[in-house]
């Protein structure tokens, strides 16, 4: 499964972005992830979504924020940010896994190459 994120940009406190992450085939059986990294830092775990959807989880700091979804037809999951902080300023990565939901990095098999997010004050 190759991995493309989209939708990064420079937005301004308070804010919305989308990202989304297109699969180069059928994910249907994967679950997805939400990452982000900054610079100096370790890579943190954002959001994440199993295989069909029924199941989310986010981390502390984005949670009532942010919202991860799927579209299994078209092979695409979602990242809506809301509220944006310069806090989450960060090169955004989705990830996929067979039949994974974790917050953990290394249960997921494969990786997308990022997308930056700027969030200015």
């Known amino acids: 499964v190759q991995l493309q994120a989209s939708g990064g940009g420079l937005v301004q406190a308070g804010g919305s972005l989308r990202l989304s992450c297109a699969a180069s085939?059928?994910?249907?059986?994967?679950?997805m992830g939400w990452f982000r990294q900054s610079p100096g830092k370790d890579r943190e775990f954002v959001a994440a979504?199993?295989?069909?959807?029924?199941?989310?989880s986010y981390a502390d700091s984005v949670k009532g924020r942010f919202t991860i979804s799927r579209d299994n037809a078209e092979f695409t999951v979602y990242l809506q940010m809301n509220r944006l902080q310069p806090e989450d300023t960060s090169v955004y990565y989705c990830a996929a896994g067979w039949f994974r939901f974790s917050t953990l990095e290394n249960e997921y098999d494969y990786w997308g190459q990022g997308t930056l997010v700027t969030v200015s004050s």
């Open positions: 979504i199993n295989w069909n959807g029924d199941s989310t």
């Open positions: 085939g059928d994910f249907s059986r994967y679950g």
